[in-house]
């Protein structure tokens, strides 16, 4: 079975302070990859996605993630935060079956506080 | 539609009610998904569509809670006699075939009273 564990719960920062984020997996196969955000009051959007290729990808609103293989990682990374970016963010994953969609295993999210 | 669209937005159940759930997925999207998002975090995977027939259940509690996605019309879940721990939001989730990346509708808040 996939797992996913986000070790920081609730982390807090004071605007233009860097963000990193960790999210690490647990699959016995090739997986694709997701950072989402809930805003206060909103729902899920999707930030960014690996699927294959550059291990660095980059995603919306300044926001970059880094697959290690080795590591079973993607972490989630920003340069200097803003207040805007206060929200929950949910690291998640799938596995890659043949054309079928499968359904997404999330972490238990990360709670971000940017303090103006 | 380009979004996903679930309704309604909340829904209060006293127990043992039944609750019902609809969502809308984006159109041209032929997988639909459904999780239960309990205490702000913690989602879980319930039942998935592909069209219309069931593709995994795994995650659907079997007693109570039933689903469908038939031609034409938006899918639903149903909770028959709603219990306190079913407080929660339902999020559905549409993607295409071959494409992995699931888009969300705004969600149900349900709460059991």
């Known amino acids: 079975a996939q797992s996913v564990s986000q070790h920081n719960h609730h982390v807090i920062l004071s605007e233009a302070a860097s963000l990193e984020l960790g999210c690490n997996y647990s699959?016995?196969?090739?997986?694709?990859l997701f950072w989402y955000v809930q805003y206060p009051g909103q729902h899920l959007q999707l930030l960014l996605k690996?699927?294959?290729?550059?291990?660095l990808v980059k995603g919306i609103k300044g926001f970059e993630a880094e697959f290690i293989k080795s590591k079973f990682s993607f972490n989630l990374r920003k340069p200097s935060v803003q207040w805007s970016d206060t929200a929950e963010y949910f690291c998640?994953?799938?596995?890659?079956?043949?054309?079928?969609?499968?359904?997404?295993?999330f972490g238990s999210g990360t709670q971000l506080t940017v303090l103006p | 539609g380009e979004e996903v669209a679930q309704t309604p937005k909340h829904l209060v159940r006293g127990e043992g009610q039944k609750a019902k759930l609809y969502c809308a997925p984006i159109?041209?999207?032929?997988?639909v998904f459904w999780y239960q998002q309990v205490l702000k975090n913690e989602f879980k995977f319930l039942i998935s569509?592909?069209?219309?027939?069931?593709?995994?259940e795994t995650g659907m509690p079997k007693e109570r809670f039933s689903a469908k996605c038939l031609p034409n019309s938006p899918c639903s879940l149903e909770i028959q006699a709603t219990k306190l721990e079913d407080s929660a939001v339902y999020f559905c989730?549409?993607?295409?075939?071959?494409?992995?990346?699931?888009?969300f509708g705004p969600g149900t808040r349900l709460t059991v009273t």
């Open positions: 989730a549409s993607t295409g075939r071959g494409l992995y990346e699931q888009y």
């Open positions: 699959y016995g196969g090739t997986v694709n």
């Open positions: 690996y699927f294959s290729g550059d291990p």
């Open positions: 998640a994953v799938t596995g890659i079956s043949s054309g079928s969609a499968r359904q997404l295993t």
């Open positions: 159109k041209g999207h032929s997988y």
């Open positions: 569509f592909q069209n219309e027939n069931v593709f995994d």
